[in-house]
């Protein structure tokens, strides 16, 4: 947020981000964002506050973070080689406006060897990411393909938030300041 010209502040929203029974990931991104809106906007009424969530999707699978390096290299080795969707919730709050959106990016990944998920796995940076990778850093190397928001596979679609800020009256002009 801070390349694209906005100030703010990171408040961490603790939230049970498990899976609901029938749920789809769509659903469950726009609804985990908009948990965690809420549970910040109660405590600083009259903020513009953000939500968001990212899972990956590969053949139906919602890929949260991973709990552990088996965990993570078992997500590494189902994304080797093949497509698949990064789905990020976005809720804005401010006083009584709320919007959301979910943005969807498909990304590409070339055929992995074990060496390479297990040189990834040693360098530590699956930890805390969906899908058990970060594109903008080691796994860059992985990625054949992208179709869609780079931002949103980073973690925040930043065009989305950009589109939800004009909509609730935030931001009006291209150089406007948040």
């Not at 990171?10 to 981000?17: F, K, S």
């Not at 070339?110 to 040189?119: A, C, E, I, K, N």
């Not at 679609?157 to 009006?172: A, H, K, N, W």
Request: a negative charge.
């Amino acid at each position: 947020m801070a390349a694209a010209g906005y100030d703010f502040v990171v408040v961490p929203a603790d939230v049970d981000e498990r899976l609901i029974d029938g749920e789809t990931p769509t659903t469950l991104v726009r609804r985990l964002a908009g948990k965690k809106a809420a549970r910040i906007a109660h405590d600083h009424p009259g903020a513009v506050v953000l939500g968001a969530d990212t899972v990956v999707v590969c053949d139906g699978v919602v890929l949260g973070k991973p709990a552990d390096d088996r965990e993570a290299a078992v997500m590494i080795r189902l994304l080797s080689g093949r497509w698949h969707d990064v789905l990020t919730g976005v809720a804005l709050w401010h006083a009584e406006r709320r919007c959301d959106d979910v943005a969807s990016t498909r990304v590409a990944f070339r055929p992995l060897s074990d060496s390479d998920v297990t040189w990834y796995v040693a360098s530590g940076e699956p930890s805390g990411k969906a899908g058990a990778y970060a594109i903008q850093g080691r796994a860059s190397r992985f990625v054949t393909r992208i179709e869609g928001s780079y931002s949103n596979v980073v973690g925040l679609p930043m065009e989305v938030v950009d589109r939800l800020l004009r909509s609730i009256g935030i931001l009006t002009g291209a150089g406007a300041e948040v």
